[in-house]
T-cell receptor, first 116, second 115 residues
């Protein structure tokens, strides 16, 4: 079974520029998550989708971050404009989303963003 | 602030020894916990999970213990191998139930296995 795919793996931009990350979850997984992981810390949830609807975006800085999952499969996360403190690894994860099922989330390799 | 924390940020063990990684949580309503392993340059990888109606669960070379009285979670790795070297995170579920899982991660413990 193919895992969660993310691209690009690395991105370097200057502050105030825009950047977008792409995620393809495991086939059939209804729930998709975007996390931000700052160096030396655990992942922090930014947004959670169930199919193409947003379940939780309470920790998403909505003035600069946006995310979509239009067809309930792939998802993109965008930052516009980027700040120095956005330098982090952005992780995408997916889970089955079945009621009563395992809460295991499968993570992609992440995109390492450096903002200069 | 974060409610899921770890007692030790680093742990160094000899190959073949047993490792114990600890985690404290503060939300007594959390009903589900997961341990993840993260190697350098990779995403977190599921190790083992436990629900709050259990106090122990065993996997292959790993055991998770849950003490709800003191809100403490531990991961035990038997016969630690160099390939176990990684950062280990505990995460607690604060979802609303059903299929809604919302994980809060701690900062992690770096495990180093010396040959």
């Amino acid at each position: 079974e193919a895992g969660v795919a993310q691209s690009p793996r690395y991105k370097i931009i200057e502050k105030r520029q825009s950047v977008a990350f792409w995620c393809n979850p495991i086939s059939g997984h209804a729930t998709l998550y975007w996390y931000q992981q700052i160096l030396g810390q655990g992942p922090k949830l930014l947004i959670q989708f169930q199919n193409n609807g947003v379940v939780d975006d309470s920790q998403l800085p909505k003035d600069r971050f946006s995310a979509e999952r239009l067809k309930g499969v792939d998802s993109t996360l965008k930052i516009q404009p980027a700040k120095l403190e956005d330098s982090a690894v952005y992780l995408c994860a997916s889970s089955t989303g079945l009621a009563g099922g395992s809460g295991e989330q499968f993570f992609g390799p992440g995109t390492r963003l450096t903002v200069l | 602030g974060e409610s899921v924390g770890l007692h030790l940020p680093t742990l160094s063990v000899q190959e073949g020894d047993n490792s114990i990684i600890n985690c404290a949580y503060s939300n007594s309503a959390s009903d589900y916990f997961i341990w993840y392993k993260q190697e350098s340059g990779k995403g977190p990888q599921f190790i083992i999970d436990i629900r709050s109606n259990m106090d122990k669960r065993q996997g292959q070379r790993v055991t998770v213990l849950l003490n709800k009285t003191v809100k403490h979670l531990s991961l035990q790795i038997a016969a630690t191998q160099p390939g176990d070297s990684a950062v280990y995170f505990c995460a607690e579920n604060r979802g609303s139930g059903g299929s809604n899982y919302k994980l809060t991660f701690g900062k992690g413990t770096l495990l180093t296995v010396n040959p």
